[in-house]
């Protein structure tokens, strides 16, 4: 095979790929985000009750008459906040990688997109002209006459182009002879 046709459809699979994974990396990064501030509360939250010296609870008796009992807390019971702020400390430093790890993962996913955003809005008209040349392929015509982007969706857009550009890059390298892309 053509190296030209393989590193055409190898940029095309990895861009579609990566593109795919833009709704993964918005989770995991809106799952870190709240888990950070919510073990920042929880964290605070133990701090009061290790500085209070007791923890006060409420109940409802015979389901309608509101207690408050106060428990006041003894050396192991503050051993055990403090070593609950500990695995906290723990447990935060390491969703802050993971948190930081999926930021870079999402700036890269927009650098590179950025890039083939651009590309696309600049060349699309000119690369579907292009297209509408390719005559070894039957089922082209009627794939560029079904598409429609009335949504303006740009991820819908990138994938229609980088198909454009495969098939005709494998038109240019595997056409027969006397066949050319129409410009």
Partial sequence: MNNKVESTADESIELVALMATKPQTEQQIDYYENMLIVSEE???????????????????????????TKHVLDELDISKLKLELQEIKYTVFNQKQYYQSWLDRKKDYDLRMDSVY????????????KAKGVTTNPRLPQVIKDYKNPTNDQELKVQFYLY????????????????????
Wanted: aromatic share 6%.
């Fill in 42 to 68: 929880i964290y605070e939250s133990i701090q009061k009750r290790i500085k209070v010296g007791s923890i006060i609870n409420r109940s409802l008796v015979l389901g309608f008459i509101p207690i408050k």
């Fill in 118 to 129: 651009r590309e696309c809005n600049q060349n699309f008209d000119e690369v579907l002209e």
């Fill in 164 to 183: 454009l550009k495969q098939e005709i890059n494998n038109f240019e390298v595997h056409g027969s002879k006397g066949m050319k892309v129409a410009k």
